[in-house]
C-alpha cells in the first residue's frame, strides 16, 4: 500500500476504532485489596459452589512458597485444588495445551490464575477452552470466544502487566516466535485478589521492569485516540502512584506500603488501557521480546521516552496534562510536555534502566521495523501515524554504539 493511502486508512480506523470502543462491556472483576484479599477471594468460590481448581502458575512462585500459600488458602475455604506450574515468560501454545488437558484430566471446574502475566494469559485460554473446545488457534483474533469461559480467578504477583483486569491474551507460537493475539470481553476475571505481600520477593530489576510496564499501559492509554474520560482518570491514577512509589519499592522491595501502592497503579492501567488498547511502544516491546526475548516491561522501558519524543506534538495536551499530574506546575503545554518525557527518562535512570538495548542488532532493524508496524496498523489508535523510515530512526536510537 502506497504511504498517502496508508496514512489515510489509518486516520479512518482510528476514527472507527473509538466507536468500537464505546461497545466494550463497562466491567470491572470482583476485586478484594488487603492482607486478607487471597483469603476473601478463595471464601467466595467456595461460596460459588465450585469444588476443585487448577491454579495456573509457574515453577519459580512454587520454589518460593507462594502458590502454595494460595492452594493452602484454597483448602481453607473447602475448595480442592490441583497445580499446573509449566508456564514460562511468553507462554507458547503447547503449554497452555498441556494445561487445558490437565483441567480435563482432573475435573477441574474453574481456573485460578496465580503470577505475572504468562500464568495470567494462559489461564484465560485455558478457561475459553474448558468450554469452547481445545482448539486454541481458532480463538486468535477478537471476540472469538463464543462461550462463557470457565470461571476465572486472578491473584497477580506482581505489578505490571495489568492482566487481571484486561479482556485480552497473548500466547507464542514457539516455532515462528510470534505472538499470537486474543481480544475477547468473555476473558477478564470473575475476581481479583490484590495482596501486596505476594510481591516482596519480586527482584528489584523485575519491579522496575513490571513498573515501566504499567507507567507504559496508563501512558499510551492517555495519549490513545480512543481515550474517554473514564480512561482518563484510571490512566491519571495509575502516573501518580507509579512516579510516587516505584523508586520506593524498587529500593525497598519489603515496604509494603510501596507494594500496594505499585498494584493499584498496575490495575488502574489495565482499566486504562484494555478500554483503549496500546500503541508504538507495545508494537516495538512485543517484536523486541519475539526476536530477542527481551523482557516486555523492559523493551517497553526502553521503548517509551523514544515513542513519545515522536508523538509530543500531536500528544502535546495529554503529555502536559500528565506532567501536572507529577507535580509540574508552570511552563505552557509544550514545555510540560517535554518535561514530563524527561521526567520518564529520570525514572528510568533512578531505576538503572539503561536507553539502549544491547540486544538489538543492526541487520535486524528493518525487519522489526515493518513488523511493528503492521501490529499497529489499524489495530492501535496512537496519536501519530509512523512510517518506515521513522520507524527504522526511532529503532536506530536504541542501539549500543560507540558514541552511546
Do not use: W
Not at 473447602?78 to 484430566?105: L, M
Not at 469461559?149 to 497473548?170: K, Q
Amino acid at each position: 500500500m502506497k504511504p498517502g493511502l496508508e496514512r489515510s486508512s489509518h486516520a479512518a480506523y482510528a476514527v472507527l476504532g473509538k466507536a468500537a470502543a464505546k461497545l466494550l462491556p463497562d466491567r470491572i472483576p470482583v476485586t478484594f485489596v488487603g492482607d486478607d484479599a487471597v483469603a476473601e477471594l478463595c471464601r467466595s468460590i467456595g461460596y460459588r459452589g465450585i469444588g476443585k481448581v487448577l491454579v495456573v502458575s509457574d515453577g519459580g512462585l512454587v520454589e518460593v512458597g507462594i502458590v502454595s500459600r494460595i492452594t493452602d488458602a484454597l483448602d481453607a475455604a473447602g475448595v480442592e485444588s490441583v497445580v499446573y506450574a509449566k508456564i514460562e515468560p511468553d507462554p507458547t501454545f503447547a503449554q497452555v495445551e498441556a494445561g487445558f488437558r490437565q483441567y480435563e484430566a482432573e475435573s477441574c471446574e474453574a481456573v485460578v490464575a496465580v503470577g505475572g502475566g504468562s500464568p495470567m494469559d494462559a489461564s484465560k485460554m485455558i478457561a475459553a477452552m474448558a468450554t469452547n473446545g481445545g482448539d486454541l488457534a481458532r480463538f486468535e483474533g477478537k471476540f472469538k470466544v463464543k462461550k462463557a469461559p470457565a470461571p476465572l480467578f486472578a491473584i497477580p504477583t506482581t505489578a505490571g502487566t495489568g492482566s487481571e483486569v484486561t479482556v485480552a491474551a497473548v500466547v507464542s507460537d514457539a516455532e515462528t516466535h510470534e505472538k499470537k493475539f486474543f481480544l475477547d470481553p468473555k476473558l477478564l476475571p470473575e475476581m481479583v485478589a490484590l495482596d501486596a505481600g505476594l510481591m516482596t520477593g519480586l527482584p528489584a530489576p523485575m519491579t522496575a521492569a513490571t513498573g515501566m510496564d504499567a507507567l507504559t499501559h496508563a501512558v499510551e492509554a492517555f495519549i490513545a485516540g480512543t481515550a474517554t474520560a473514564k480512561t482518563d482518570g484510571y490512566a491519571e491514577i495509575a502516573v501518580r502512584l507509579i512516579f510516587q512509589h516505584l523508586p520506593t519499592a524498587y529500593r525497598d522491595g519489603a515496604n509494603l506500603d510501596a507494594r500496594k501502592a505499585m498494584a493499584l497503579a498496575s490495575y488502574y492501567a489495565g482499566l486504562a488501557f484494555t478500554r483503549t488498547s496500546v500503541g508504538y511502544v507495545h508494537a516495538i516491546a512485543h517484536n523486541l521480546g519475539a526476536t530477542y526475548g527481551t523482557p516486555h516491561g523492559l523493551a517497553n522501558a526502553i521503548a517509551l521516552p523514544l515513542v513519545l519524543d515522536f508523538s509530543k506534538d500531536e500528544a502535546r495536551s495529554q503529555l502536559a496534562r500528565l506532567a501536572e499530574i507529577i507535580g509540574v506546575e508552570s511552563g505552557s503545554d509544550t514545555e510540560k510536555a517535554q518535561r514530563f518525557i524527561a521526567a520518564v527518562r529520570e525514572l528510568m535512570a533512578d531505576l538503572d534502566i539503561p536507553e539502549q538495548l544491547d540486544a538489538l542488532k543492526e541487520e535486524d532493524v528493518t525487519s522489526l521495523a515493518e513488523r511493528a508496524r503492521a501490529e499497529a496498523y489499524l489495530d492501535y489508535p496512537v496519536p501519530r501515524y509512523m512510517d518506515q523510515e521513522q520507524a527504522e530512526v526511532l529503532l536506530r536510537r536504541m542501539l549500543i554504539t560507540d558514541a552511546a
